[in-house]
């Protein structure tokens, strides 16, 4: 099994353009979740989606909209890139069943808007 | 929002030495878990914890939940430069379904 991979790793932007991120998991997962990690400020929810066709806001989701039409794939898009949008962007995912809530995180992608 | 507070934020200590980290929060959690993540990673869970008292080993790592179930620690034993990484803590969100995290202890191990 792959786990949770992202697309891509790493991307430069100009302020205003746009793109999607990418994430997959081959675990039959009904959660998943994106969150960004910047120095200093740990881990912080953007969107998650508890299943199929859902999604709900986070902590931060100004700027960004995400989409989970197929169970196995979850998008993060920025519309009009900000350079405060510079980060880190994991995604995780976790089985809905169970208590311990343990997640299962991709290895990043790391963005850098200019 | 239930905050995760962690302590110290940066750790540099030599191999062999022990050391201890800690996670408090003002709330009650049903359960608290903790993550090390190794630099360019993501995240790995390294135990979870869910009742108050609760000591659980993991080979030189022990994690200790708080009576109260409002804090945690992580005690490492004679580390390693294997161990070097930022540690979080992270417990269940208000909605149940995500998780909130701390900002991490990041450590340094050196030969």
């Known amino acids: 099994n792959a786990g949770v991979t992202q697309t891509p790793k790493f991307r430069v932007l100009k302020t205003g353009q746009s793109m999607t991120l990418l994430c997959a998991q081959d675990?039959?997962?009904?959660?998943m979740y994106w969150y960004r990690q910047d120095p200093g400020m740990g881990l912080r929810l953007i969107h998650y989606s508890v299943g199929e066709g859902t999604t709900a806001k986070g902590e931060v989701p100004d700027g960004y909209n995400v989409s989970r039409l197929k169970k196995q794939n979850f998008l993060l898009g920025l519309e009009s890139a900000a350079p405060s949008q510079t980060s880190v962007y994991f995604c995780?995912?976790?089985?809905?069943?169970?208590?311990?809530?343990?997640?299962?995180f991709g290895p990043g992608t790391r963005l850098t808007v200019l | 929002t239930q905050l995760l507070e962690q302590s110290p934020q940066f750790l540099s200590i030599q191999e062999g030495e022990n050391l201890t980290v800690y996670c408090n929060s003002s709330?009650?959690?049903?359960?608290l878990q903790w993550y090390r993540q190794e630099p360019g990673e993501g995240p790995v869970l390294l135990v979870t914890?869910?009742?108050?008292?609760e000591v659980k080993k993991l080979k030189r790592l022990t994690f200790q939940f708080g009576d109260a179930r409002k804090d945690s620690s992580l005690h490492i034993t004679a580390a390693q430069t294997g161990d070097t990484g930022l540690y979080l803590c992270a417990g269940p969100s208000n909605s149940g379904y995500a998780l909130n995290f701390g900002k991490g202890t990041s450590l340094l191990v050196t030969p």
């Open positions: 914890v869910v009742t108050g008292g």
């Open positions: 709330s009650v959690f049903s359960s």
């Open positions: 995780a995912s976790r089985s809905g069943t169970g208590y311990a809530l343990e997640q299962f």
């Open positions: 675990m039959n997962h009904e959660y």
